[in-house]
């Protein structure tokens, strides 16, 4: 085993373990600090794969924005940061079954494939990975499409925003 | 190779000759040097940590016109020593109701959050942590996990003024973080790179002469992203104490407080190293890496003494006019900016230096210009209906 699959191991365990506080604790705002654990184990994920900038994009935009807005909602609309009530319904199970089924069905599909026991192929130097996304995004042989309908989608969702909380006088 | 050109990596060689000769395997030296390195940084980090006490002392006592420490040592010099005996031997207190592990990890994290921001910094060409490519996005990266300290450390402390306090400074870092990601994306513009060397080894001019606007933007960004004067709301002694941090004591608000002002002289080190060469100055950096490191230590701690003169000059503003500040003035000045910039460097691209220079302050002058003519206007129109209103009132008494 190489150094960088047990950091791997190590760092998927944690993230999967304060993906599962999240919803065991009875406390909110010790859910969304698991929360914004599990989402920097997502990041640290990214690092490991080399992909530097989605590691960043992802503290910025989860932990951040998200996360701290989770916080900030359930300050402000809560008395008691403690749920009382029962933490699973009857369908608990269902829920179990489903995910135990997505699992084993992804695992099986991804056996069958090529590449799943080869090691990854080292990035060569001088590939800088930035240059290449940005370019992507923004070449029309690229991504500038899907990019830009993104765009105008968070924008609607701004100014949807921004309708909602204006004070009409 | 020899220790004057490059002594990081004739160090790191040497100490890992030592480690594999003691039968080490040589990844796991690696790791240990490495290890050692950043134990290198932090600890030196620390020790400009503690004379910053002493600066920041003795910087605001002149503005005050007063002298400052001067009882211990020469110009007082021991006396942040006595400060942090003081505070180690302090009662570590706990509030009753407090989130323990909540509690405790929040200095922790905000410390953190300021030393992490080392390992980008380019102290001399050769000598850096890592060049990230990712440099700029890092610095608000670092900032979002300094603002999870705070909310942390609001929360936990069981106290409503510390709540309170915490939900300002955040609703503060929140905003601020755009216009300061914005102007960040200017030094990216020119540089090409968001990596940090890379901004550095391309300002042959510096970018401060390209675009004002964007060093004016980025530091006043900056100083509300500390949270210091005139953007300190989280303290208030006659509303809400000192803010997030009223129940924590001795070292945990050391803690606090020595991140505070490592914070303040880290911005001042970017402050220099986007718009002011960073360690470059007339071609000093390339006779030795140790001018160079004195070179970018010296702008950095006239950044932070800058940051000081704002915080000890300019009153405080309420929080509806300095989110107002952020949202309606700030941050769009700071996108059009960042328009503008993108478009004229297009243009401009080709052509010869001079008129590239030219080209940007113009653009930064009229950006500049046309914004303030916007604000004077809507000022003048809320002005004249405040006093229409009153004069109505007026009338019906």
């Known amino acids: 085993m190489t150094g960088t699959q047990i950091f791997f191991l190590i760092v998927g365990a944690a993230t999967l373990f304060s993906g599962l506080m999240v919803v065991t604790t009875r406390n909110l705002i010790h859910a969304a600090l698991w929360l914004v654990a599990t989402l920097f184990g997502v990041a640290m994920i990214y690092a490991i794969l080399d992909a530097g900038f989605l590691a960043v994009v992802q503290v910025v935009v989860y932990i951040g924005a998200i996360a701290i807005l989770f916080i900030f909602a359930v300050m402000l609309t809560r008395r008691q940061a403690a749920e009382t009530g029962p933490s699973v319904n009857a369908n608990w199970w269902a829920g179990a079954f489903t995910a135990v089924v997505t699992f084993a069905g992804l695992t099986f599909m991804l056996k069958s494939w090529s590449g799943f026991s080869k090691q990854a192929a080292a990035i060569p130097s001088g590939f800088d990975a930035v240059n290449q996304l940005g370019n992507a995004l923004t070449s029309p042989t690229g991504y500038v499409l899907p990019f830009e309908v993104a765009s105008v989608l968070l924008l609607a969702a701004l100014v949807g925003a921004v309708y909602l909380a204006f004070n009409k006088k | ?397």
Do not use: C
């Open chain 2, 1 to 397: 190779m020899n220790f004057w050109n490059d002594p990081l990596k004739v160090a790191a060689d040497w100490l890992t000759g030592i480690f594999t000769g003691w039968g080490m395997d040589a990844v796991a030296a690696n790791v240990l040097v490495a290890f050692l390195g950043v134990l290198m940084l932090i600890t030196i980090l620390m020790v400009i940590d503690i004379f910053l006490v002493w600066i920041e002392r003795k910087v605001v006592a002149r503005f005050q016109d007063r002298i400052g420490p001067n009882r211990l040592g020469p110009f007082g010099l021991i006396q942040p020593f006595a400060d942090i005996i003081k505070l180690m031997i302090k009662e570590d207190t706990t509030p009753d109701g407090a989130d323990k592990v909540v509690y405790n990890v929040a200095p922790l994290l905000s410390m953190m959050s300021v030393l992490i921001l080392w390992a980008v910094v380019p102290l001399a060409p050769v000598m850096l942590g890592v060049d990230l490519n990712i440099g700029a996005l890092f610095i608000i990266a670092a900032g979002s996990i300094g603002t999870l300290s705070i909310i942390m450390a609001g929360w936990s402390s069981n106290n409503k003024f510390s709540v309170i306090g915490a939900f300002r400074q955040v609703a503060v870092m929140v905003s601020f973080e755009i216009p300061m990601l914005a102007t960040l994306l200017i030094p990216t513009i020119f540089s090409g790179s968001m990596g940090m060397n890379a901004i550095i080894q391309s300002q042959d001019i510096w970018f401060i002469f390209l675009s004002p606007l964007a060093a004016l933007i980025f530091l006043i960004a900056a100083i509300a992203e500390l949270g210091r004067a005139p953007f300190d709301l989280a303290e208030g002694e006659s509303e809400l104490v000192s803010g997030y941090n009223i129940e924590y004591s001795g070292m945990k608000f050391g803690m606090f407080y020595a991140g505070e002002l490592l914070h303040a002289f880290t911005f001042g080190g970017f402050w220099a190293i986007m718009f002011f060469g960073g360690y470059r100055f007339l071609g000093l950096e390339k006779v030795s890496p140790f001018l160079a490191i004195a070179i970018i230590l010296f702008k950095a701690l006239i950044g932070y003494w800058v940051i000081m003169w704002v915080k000890y000059t300019v009153m405080r503003i309420r929080i509806d006019q300095m989110l107002a500040f952020n949202w309606k003035f700030l941050t769009p000045v700071a996108f059009v900016l960042v328009m503008v910039t993108a478009l004229m460097n297009a243009l401009l691209r080709g052509a010869d230096s001079w008129l590239y220079i030219t080209g940007m302050i113009l653009s930064n002058i009229i950006v500049a210009w046309v914004s303030l003519e916007v604000v004077r206007s809507v000022s003048r129109k809320e002005r004249e209906r405040v006093e229409g209103v009153t004069q109505i009132a007026e009338a019906h008494h």
